[in-house]
């Protein structure tokens, strides 16, 4: 199933003994563009922090209630999974996380978590079995010397109350990001959804990251490998429209790109 970050920030967290508040922000990478984190909004019970928990320790999510359940007590998240509000992420911090709650360490290994294709598999994916063993046989990486590629960012930088991230095609400015979709087996992030109503008949498309050529984190521009014309004979999509199977194929068709299914 398909979320809009938009109404996932309206989902409460609920511990196995009770609630631990609603879903603030969302962290992901932005190498393989993959929700890591959601962030829990604690003002009531610990003002001042910030506590994260990983879609690898969800237990289910219900659309029905707006509810995400996870595996955990509320006092071990509480005590083990908070940081300071503005402190930012460390691979130090996050072996923590990983050791003390068991959650899949998405570094390790080649597939979209680590040695597994998904946040809730049980089994390592084929020639993943053999690395993971190894790895565990090796010493610990050493503080500092972790030479991984992608950085953890705030979904809040590229669609937040202030600010969007700001879309270009090849041959000018195509809009801005209003919403941002996720595949819910995953937890990667699918579609951008993209307001071009400032010079399109369409006023929303949905863009795949998987096409953007560069992105400048700084002035947060994302440039994307389609002409204006190509995203114009795109097909509009409206806020409140179910992205099934259809819409999808006929995305990938008329931006002319290797659907996303093929190489699962």
């Known amino acids: 199933m398909l979320y809009h970050v938009s109404k996932l920030e309206h989902y409460n967290i609920l511990a196995e003994d009770g609630e631990l508040g609603k879903v603030k922000d969302l962290y992901f990478d932005d190498h393989k563009w993959a929700v890591r984190y959601l962030v829990v909004d604690t003002r009531k019970w610990l003002p001042g922090k910030k506590v994260v928990v990983s879609p690898s320790g969800f237990d289910s999510v219900v659309p029905e209630e707006q509810a995400i359940y996870i595996r955990d007590k509320k006092e071990d998240i509480r005590n ?52 993971l063993a190894a790895k565990e046989n090796n010493p610990p990486i050493e503080e500092g010397k972790y030479t991984g590629d992608d950085k953890l960012r705030s979904i809040e930088e590229i669609k937040g109350a202030v600010k969007h991230g700001i879309v270009h095609g090849k041959d000018g400015k195509a809009g801005y990001i209003s919403d941002i979709i996720v595949d819910d087996e995953t937890w990667k992030i699918r579609y951008l959804v993209v307001n071009t109503s400032e010079w399109s008949t369409n006023f929303q498309v949905l863009l795949s990251p998987a096409w953007l050529q560069s992105i400048d984190w700084v002035d947060n521009n994302f440039y994307i490998d389609l002409s204006l014309e190509t995203i114009e004979a795109g097909p509009n999509y409206d806020k409140h429209q179910e992205i099934t199977e259809e819409l999808e194929e006929e995305i990938y068709r008329k931006y002319q790109k290797e659907p996303y299914w093929i190489n699962k």
């Open 80 to 131: 083990n999974a908070s940081l300071e509000e503005k402190q930012a992420f460390s691979r130090e911090k996050e072996m923590e996380l990983t050791d003390f709650f068991g959650w899949k360490q998405y570094w390790a290994g080649d597939y979209l978590w680590g040695g597994y294709g998904s946040p809730l598999a049980t089994m390592p994916e084929p020639g993943q079995k053999e690395m």
